[in-house]
């Protein structure tokens, strides 16, 4: 019965195992055996106290851990609905007609080697440390991101299923809606995913560089009066958040495909 | 020498095999047995999805019956070895090697020095007509010529048993008869004991030394022809209609 | 349009297209916006001007480059070694998975540049926290990928070299490493591209010379030009490298082509 469980169960035993080992020998050689400063390497418990306490406590940078991941997340969803809102729509135009494509890709493929958070130090000169700044950033990101998946995936689209909608007499604008978007789904919800994840990461830079709340203020902040428990408990967050971003996408592009096939 | 005097090659005794299914348990096949000899050319002729493929994977090593006990040249098969080749129905070459590169692989395998691998390879490679192509990625091959290398690939470990799934399965009609041809040739140059597996009983009288018709699910012995015609055997001659005929019922 | 002449209309609206962008942004920037936007006329003069000659700081324009492209290079290659050995033991075996696949799903989905305060308080200001970080950047994405690719090796292609008498270890190097590459290599363009991202937010943060500093400092100093200069030299070394890659994905990936 035992070994039956075991043999069942092994693979998740060890995965488990082998987190109990990392956290214990993290444990064992900072908080037991003390083989670094507190200010090098925080001790497991003392990482965890931090957490619980940065839960209400405003100390030592002015907002709560609530407080801060609120300020990024609105920033970052602000910027990303707003560039993806306007990129889809245009990788649509500029893979469906062809004279878009001829006069807008020339000045976009200047524009897209340049990684998002590349922009910061120019749209701060221009717009401030304010949320603007901030939100222009995750904006070029998201928008970049969008527009480039969604061309390619509009792009794929199978001439033979073009020509079937030929056949039956269907208007370009049906072909489009009916057959080239449909197509592109999945591409586009790709799209939105990397600039989601691009976003939250530019986001986190641009908030190291020039804000006064937010997780990358925070972790940044805590880097500057050396307490690196604040920093992991920050970075341990921003990963945490930019996952659920991410599973939601996935929940969200399930429900769209599942809507269009049921139509 | 007769055919009934040459040695026995593979020996399946009273197999059987079943897969466990969500609705619960699926006998695929049940109670198969069969010998084959030496240079003896055999074909599973059966309908449909009824365990073909699971005898070919049973005698190739890929799985290993419930029941019964499967010999090849006097050992039991308990995984893939270097003495059965199996051509695969979806052919399944490698994509990143050449034709060379695939029909020498085996052989690489087994530490055979560059210089001879190639040689042996090249000379199956001609044996199945594909000279000139020896650089060229499956890709850029037609169906045909990707089973012909298929053939090449499984012919140059230089097995004593050649395993075929269904190798022409996937092509269309005319492909079909010219590889059939082909294979036939190619067997007559390079004799082997050959199971081949098939739904298309022309193929079945065109190829084989005895065909064995075997049931619907779950895979058994149905009944046994000889196929004595001469070859190389018209599709069109009396006997090959009538043959035809008396197996289809 | 025959297919000469789609061409040549192509080219045409590409030079018209960049044209009306360069014009506007010449226009724009006369009246008003003209104190905040420099045209782009001081920022290719100054690109230009930097480029070999005079300097940005202490130094020119290619050497900055080469600086970035250094630790771009030094951690990227570290993160795609390491990754794809990583990522091929883990799709081939259950143990290595079973040990490793939750640290790394724990690890993955922090930025790489959120690593950075951490990465300053553990190994200091110097080049080495910076290639940590983009080893990290490329790490990640290389290993998922590597990962996944070695778990979807098609079936047949492991029962075939089996039966060609391939063992164990010959089935790693032989069958599951090749029918990962292609998606090993689209790994490392996201991670190329990624790690092109973090040396410059590295750069922003802490450094004396690269791309990453001329902006930040062009930031500090009030001068736009210079921010738009980095960033036109940022873009076309980021052109430059994914052109690169494709070169060498074409010439390792031929087999994945179908096309003539």
């Not at chain 1, 602000?78 to 560039?83: A, F, N």
Request: charged share 15%.
């Amino acid at each position: 019965m035992m070994i039956k469980f075991l043999k069942k169960y092994k693979y998740l035993l060890i995965s488990l195992a082998s987190v109990a080992v990392v956290l214990l020998v993290w444990y064992l050689l900072i908080d037991v055996m003390k083989m670094t400063k507190s200010s090098v390497f925080p001790g497991l418990e003392k990482t965890f106290r931090t957490f619980i306490a940065k839960l209400t406590q405003k100390k030592p940078d002015g907002a709560t851990l609530g407080q801060h991941l609120l300020e990024s997340l609105k920033v970052c969803l602000l910027g990303y609905s707003i560039g993806a809102v306007l990129g889809i729509p245009l990788g649509i135009a500029m893979a469906w007609n062809k004279w878009c494509d001829w006069l807008i890709r020339p000045v976009f493929d200047l524009i897209r080697p340049v990684p998002g958070l590349a922009w910061t130090p120019m749209f701060i000169l221009i717009f401030g440390i304010g949320i603007e700044a901030k939100a222009m950033v995750i904006f070029v990101n998201s928008f970049v991101a969008c527009i480039v998946n969604t061309y390619t995936g509009i792009r794929q689209t199978d001439e033979l299923h073009l020509w079937v909608g030929d056949v039956f007499g269907a208007s370009s604008w049906q072909k489009l809606t009916k057959i080239a978007i449909p197509t592109a789904l999945p591409m586009i919800f790709t799209g939105l995913r990397t600039a989601l994840g691009g976003s939250w990461m530019a986001l986190v830079a641009a908030e190291m560089l020039a804000a006064s709340k937010g997780l990358g203020f925070m972790i940044q902040q805590a880097r500057y009066i050396s307490r690196p428990d604040l920093v992991i408990v920050g970075m341990l967050m921003i990963g945490i958040v930019g996952l659920v971003l991410d599973i939601i996408l996935q929940k969200i592009e399930t429900m769209v495909a599942k809507g269009m096939n049921a139509q | 020498m007769s055919v009934e005097q040459k040695r026995k090659l593979i020996t399946c005794t009273n197999i059987d095999k079943s897969f466990k299914v969500p609705e619960g348990i699926h006998q695929v096949v049940s109670d198969f047995s069969l010998e084959a000899r030496e240079n003896e050319f055999i074909c599973l002729f059966g309908p449909g999805q009824c365990g073909k493929t699971t005898l070919i994977n049973l005698i190739a090593g890929f799985e290993l019956p419930d029941q019964g006990s499967i010999l090849v040249a006097g050992k039991p098969v308990t995984s893939p070895g270097p003495e059965r080749g199996v051509v695969f129905q979806n052919i399944s070459l490698f994509p990143w090697l050449t034709v060379m590169g695939n029909v020498e692989y085996g052989l690489k395998m087994a530490g055979v020095p560059k210089k001879e691998r190639q040689e042996r390879a090249q000379k199956y490679i001609d044996l199945v007509g594909l000279q000139g192509f020896e650089h060229a990625y499956p890709v850029k091959l037609s169906g045909g010529m990707r089973q012909r290398v298929g053939i090449a690939r499984a012919y140059c470990i230089e097995p004593k048993v050649m395993l075929m799934d269904e190798p022409f399965g996937a092509l269309d009609a005319q492909t079909r008869y010219l590889m059939q041809e082909e294979l036939q040739r190619i067997w007559q140059t390079e004799k082997r004991t050959v199971i081949f597996v098939t739904n298309n009983i022309e193929e079945a009288i065109y190829l084989a030394d005895r065909i064995i018709v075997l049931s619907n699910c779950p895979a058994t012995v149905k009944k046994e022809y000889v196929i004595g015609l001469p070859r190389p055997r018209q599709y069109t001659s009396p006997e090959f209609l009538a043959l035809r005929k008396e197996i289809q019922q | 349009m025959n297919k000469k002449q789609k061409n040549i209309t192509e080219l045409i609206c590409a030079v018209v297209s960049i044209l009306t962008f360069l014009i506007l942004w010449h226009i724009g920037v006369k009246g008003e916006l003209g104190r905040l936007m420099p045209g782009p006329l001081p920022v290719i003069r100054m690109f230009f001007a930097t480029l070999f000659g005079g300097t940005i700081g202490s130094r020119t324009m290619i050497i900055h480059i080469l600086y970035s492209l250094i630790r771009v290079m030094a951690g990227y290659f570290l993160g795609a070694a390491v990754g794809v050995v990583l990522g091929l033991s883990m799709g081939w075996s259950r143990l290595v998975e079973a040990v490793f696949s939750p640290l790394f799903r724990i690890i993955r989905p922090i930025p790489p540049i959120a690593w950075i305060p951490i990465s300053i308080i553990w190994i200091g200001l110097g080049e080495d926290a910076k290639i940590f970080l983009i080893f990290l950047a490329s790490f990640c994405y290389v290993t998922l990928n590597a990962w996944s690719g070695a778990k979807n090796v098609d079936p047949d292609y492991l029962r075939a070299a089996r039966m060609l008498g391939a063992g164990k270890r010959q089935l790693l190097f032989t069958i599951v490493l090749p029918a990962s590459i292609p998606s090993i290599f689209a790994g490392l363009q996201v991670a190329l591209s990624s790690c092109w991202a973090t040396v410059l937010a590295a750069e922003m943060v802490r450094s004396s010379e690269g791309l990453g500093w001329i902006i930040i400092a062009g930031m500090n100093n009030n001068d736009m030009v210079q921010i738009m200069t980095g960033i036109l030299a940022i873009g076309l070394v980021g052109m430059l490298l994914s052109m690169i890659f494709r070169k060498v994905e074409a010439r390792l990936c031929q087999w994945n082509k179908s096309g003539s």
